[in-house]
């Protein structure tokens, strides 16, 4: 089969797996060793004086991240110049599997709370690590959340940092002062409040997105979350004032006392405070230790025994008797 692109000679995509704002992404080989990989590219604009657009800079972040368990390990960035005279910039990296919003569909639009006390041990510490390197991410969501293949199948990682930043200045090694913004970033359903609300963001947003993104895996909604499509820099007013309402605070408190217990621990901190993020994965440990669960790293989608209501894989579908009930009841 012909490869849909050539880079540097060297990697052939062979299927295109995704696509974005800042470019496509890839499913690619290495055409010496048969390696499998991942490529990120961006076709810059004939007028850009960019040596490399927003991939070059998110190349920057993942040699920043180089040694850290859970993110894609980066090999070959750099600018291409096709013979047209189209400029291409693209990433080369670990190729990793499905994402958390993928793997969300496959069982049947939610998570078991086992599952979800797992990937927050496993989040809770792959974020700590990446402030560890004076980095946010500044978007974390299911979709930018995916599990490695092979031995890794069991790991979770974070992918895409198009939009992270250092909050360490690198000239005095000092947290960036909090200024106001004039642009919404980030995703609206999983943005933190202070995102929505044009502040400057820190280490806590980002933990306040995994929350979230957490509630989200656990229900399969969000009460804020609405169909209608809008520009990407448009934030909604009401969205935050949601995520602040007392129907907020009854979500949470319906899904455990270990997520009242994080949101207030993460909306108490001041911009440059350095979360308790051991205190964090005590609490979702502690859950895991309460109902007898052992921490084995089995998801729901791991097998057909794991999750509670199969999957929609042929031959691990179950059907959900409770849901059939209902529907019953309200046809009479």
């Known amino acids: 089969m012909a490869p849909l692109m050539v880079f540097w000679d060297l990697f052939h995509a062979v299927d295109l ?24 590219a961006e076709v810059l604009p004939e007028d850009s004086e960019s040596p490399g ?41 670990q190729r990793v599997g499905p994402t958390l919003d993928l793997l969300c569909r496959l069982c049947r639009g939610t998570l078991s709370l086992r599952t979800i006390c797992m990937l927050a041990e496993q989040l809770i510490t792959r974020i700590e690590h990446v402030h560890d390197r ?50 919404a970033i980030g995703t609206d359903l999983f943005s933190s409040v202070n995102m929505q609300q044009y502040r ?53 408190a319906l899904s455990g006392q270990e997520f009242t217990d994080f949101f207030e621990h993460v909306r108490s901190l001041s911009f440059t405070q350095r979360p308790d993020y051991h205190a964090l994965r005590m609490l979702f440990r502690g859950r895991m230790q309460a109902e007898g669960w052992p921490m084995d790293w089995e998801f729901d989608w791991s097998s057909r025994e794991a999750a509670p209501h199969g999957t929609l894989v042929p031959g691990e579908y179950r059907l959900d008797e409770g849901l059939v009930g209902v529907a019953w009841v309200k046809t009479l």
């Open 53 to 93: 657009g927003t991939l070059a800079y998110e190349a920057t972040i993942y040699t920043q991240l180089r040694g850290v368990t859970g993110i894609p390990v980066l090999r070959w960035h750099g600018l291409e110049t096709l013979d047209n005279g189209t400029r291409i910039y693209s990433i080369v990296m």
């Open 17 to 40: 797996i995704g696509q974005g704002g800042y470019g496509s992404v890839y499913l690619a080989r290495n055409i010496l060793n048969g390696d499998q990989l991942a490529i990120k």
């Open 200 to 252: 400057d963001v820190s280490r806590r947003d980002d933990l306040e997105s995994l929350g979230y993104t957490l509630l989200f895996l656990l229900h399969g909604s969000l009460p804020w979350e609405i169909d209608q499509p809008r520009p990407s820099d448009c934030s909604l007013p009401e969205t935050d004032a949601m995520k602040q309402a007392p129907e907020f605070d009854d979500l949470v």
């Open 134 to 183: 004076g980095i946010i991410i500044r978007d974390v969501k299911p979709s930018n959340i995916a599990l490695g293949t092979h031995e890794m199948a069991n790991t979770v990682y974070l992918i895409d940092f198009g939009l992270a930043r250092n909050y360490i200045d690198p000239a005095t090694g000092e947290h960036i002062p909090c200024k106001e913004r004039r642009v």
